[in-house]
């Protein structure tokens, strides 16, 4: 693919360190919900950065958007966003990625890995699919759930939250562990999509083993 130079039309935090980048769309352009593009920043010395970030918008929206957690200490192209402003621009290069919708299943995401489930829900939502999809979302406080509230209207009952360092009324407690997803997959369960950091994947992908769900299809990505 071609290089794409998008100009910022907004740039939003929306927890303590996720921002919110919504870009123009240039024509013509196409991805599939799940998918990701290797991003750079049009700035002297960044544009030769490229990291992977995540559409959360759908293919069908007028816009891109890209939901998008900071890491300040890497001194990266994630810290370097954060003194983004509108009508700067960003490089688009190549469109990728291992996860897109195969049918109804759980999806388990750590952190920013809830990205490619973002657009796929959104996606559903807009046809009306979202049918008996689950999702548990596993983070380290409340405050690092992103878009919570969106997630909680999209799916109901079926939006699990599972917090590491605090104990919350509502809210499960703890890491993500085999009697959890006991609880939260069923046997009849087909597809299992999966992303995250690498070292909650590796864990959630032993866990399945042991409860003998290897069998079914394992869609997955490592952030
Ligand atoms: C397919 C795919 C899609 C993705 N989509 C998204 C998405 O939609 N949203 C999202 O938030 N993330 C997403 N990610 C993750 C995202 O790409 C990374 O968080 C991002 O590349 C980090 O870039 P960075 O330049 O800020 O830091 P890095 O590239 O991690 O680091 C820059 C430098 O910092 C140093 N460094 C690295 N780790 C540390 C550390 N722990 N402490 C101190 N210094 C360190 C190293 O010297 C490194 O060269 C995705 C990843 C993949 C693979």
């Known amino acids: 693919m071609t290089q794409q130079v998008v100009k910022v039309k907004t740039i939003t935090s929306i927890t303590h360190d996720v921002l919110q980048i919504v870009t123009v769309k240039p024509h013509n352009f196409s991805f599939i919900a799940g998918q990701a593009v290797a991003i750079s920043i049009n700035k002297p010395s960044w544009e030769n950065e490229i990291r992977p970030f995540t559409f959360t918008s759908i293919p069908t929206d007028s816009f891109l958007e890209f939901v998008v957690k900071v890491y300040p200490s890497h001194k990266g192209v994630t810290n370097e966003l954060l003194t983004l402003k509108i009508g700067d621009s960003l490089i688009l290069h190549n469109v990728f990625g291992a996860i897109t919708y195969r049918g109804e299943g759980v999806f388990i995401a750590g952190g920013a890995g809830i990205t490619p489930f973002v657009s796929i829900f959104r996606d559903l939502r807009s046809k009306n699919e979202i ?21 909680k209207e999209m799916l109901s009952k079926n939006f699990i939250n599972i917090i590491a360092d605090e104990n919350i009324v509502g809210y499960a407690h703890g890491y993500i562990s085999e009697s959890f997803l006991k609880d939260h997959i069923s046997r009849a369960c087909e597809n299992i999509y999966l992303c995250g950091p690498a070292p909650m994947m590796e864990s959630v992908e ?10 079914k299809t394992i869609i997955k990505e490592e952030f």
């Open 131 to 151: 049918g008996n999809n689950k999702l548990i979302f596993a983070n380290k406080t409340k405050g690092d759930i992103i878009l919570e509230r969106e997630l």
């Open 206 to 215: 032993k866990q399945l083993h042991y409860l003998n769900h290897k069998h």
